[in-house]
């Protein structure tokens, strides 16, 4: 059985361990940043396919990201009018960044601030984890623990009574990248961006 309480959980990944656990959207696979080549090999993923980073609070990822003073503020007022929530921002990517986590364009980063108790709990000892959704590339999310266990057996998998309960909201997130001057919306989710 790769199922394990939170706290197990939380040890595994601060190891270097894959995990996986239920969001406000997708379940996901998640780990450190500097281990992220270990998602693309799990999930047969391919390097053109970046990966998102999840923190508990918009700022544990500000040492991720740079931009000017002005960008910084405006960014913050959107975190504060989405986060947490369903919303992926692409942003400049600082050197905190690991290559691995966005190999064709390490000048970026996706980051998003899942509105879920269990994963904000999970993110706030862990630190910002690399995250995707749990499935094998090109399949569609898993949508219960049970179906993830069976499909990664090498995953350690965060177990709750309801393992069979589909979690979150079973749709993406809104993936918007900032341009330098407006957002490009690159991903249509259930959040809709408007000016904040």
């Known amino acids: ?14 190891a270097g361990r894959v995990v996986s656990f239920p969001t406000d959207t997708v379940p996901a696979l998640a780990v450190k940043p500097e281990q992220s080549q270990l998602i693309f090999t799990v999930k047969q993923r391919s390097a053109t396919k970046p990966l998102i980073l999840m923190g508990a609070t918009f700022r544990d990822l500000l040492p991720y990201i740079q931009g000017s003073p ?10 504060k009018k989405y986060f947490p929530g369903a919303l992926t921002l692409v942003l400049p990517a600082s050197n905190a960044v690991p290559k691995g986590m966005n190999p064709t364009n390490p000048k970026t980063i996706g980051i998003r601030v899942p509105d879920c108790k269990i994963t904000q ?11 995707t959704s749990a499935n094998l590339s090109g399949q569609p999310p898993l949508e219960t623990m049970t179906a993830i266990e069976s499909a990664f057996g090498q995953v350690l998998t965060l177990n709750w009574e309801k393992s069979d309960l589909v979690v979150g909201s079973g749709l993406p997130s809104t993936v918007a ?3 330098g ?3 490009q919306i690159l991903r249509q989710g259930t959040v809709v961006l408007s000016s904040p």
């Open 121 to 131: 709990e999970i993110l706030a000892q862990t630190a910002p984890l690399a995250t």
């Open 181 to 183: 001057q407006d957002w």
């Open 1 to 14: 059985m790769t199922q394990v309480s939170q706290t197990d959980l939380i040890i595994a990944a601060k």
């Open 177 to 179: 990248k900032w341009t």
């Open 70 to 79: 002005e960008e910084i503020k405006l960014w913050q007022k959107i975190a």
